[in-house]
């Protein structure tokens, strides 16, 4: 366990760190989706979770596979589409590394990822 002190009263991350072990970190990220594969986060073995909105108007596919085609993978549906990864339901696929491309480029992808530090 790392150093960092969880404050008196902080609920939400007492009842995080019993579950994962330890504090957590919330990491955001955008990512531009176009016609080639864009890589949305790399492997993280401390990641216990993710979700994923595409605000973007066309559709993403997103894979484990690097050379993601548009009609492979999951469908991150446009317009507010989600997914999302829990370790406790989804074991290790959590932590590997994702990719998405879409037939149309200029596609936001809201990414926010829960990171064990």
């Known amino acids: 366990m790392s150093d960092y002190k969880i404050p ?7 009842i995080t760190a019993r579950r994962f072990g330890g504090p957590t970190k919330i ?3 955008l990512v531009t989706v176009g016609t080639t ?15 994923m909105t595409n605000r973007g108007s066309a559709d993403c596919a997103v894979s484990f596979a690097q050379d993601v ?9 446009a317009s507010g589409g989600a997914i999302e990864s829990y370790v406790d339901e989804d074991g290790e696929t959590v932590s590997a590394a994702l990719y998405a491309v ?16």
């Open 69 to 77: 085609a548009t009609g492979t993978g999951f469908i991150l549906a």
């Open 8 to 14: 008196a009263g902080a609920t939400a991350a007492e």
């Open 102 to 117: 879409s037939g149309a480029a200029g596609q936001t992808v809201r990414i926010v990822e829960t990171v064990r530090v």
């Open 27 to 29: 990491v955001e990220t």
């Open 37 to 51: 594969a864009a890589k949305l986060f790399d492997n993280n073995p401390r990641r216990v979770a993710w979700t």
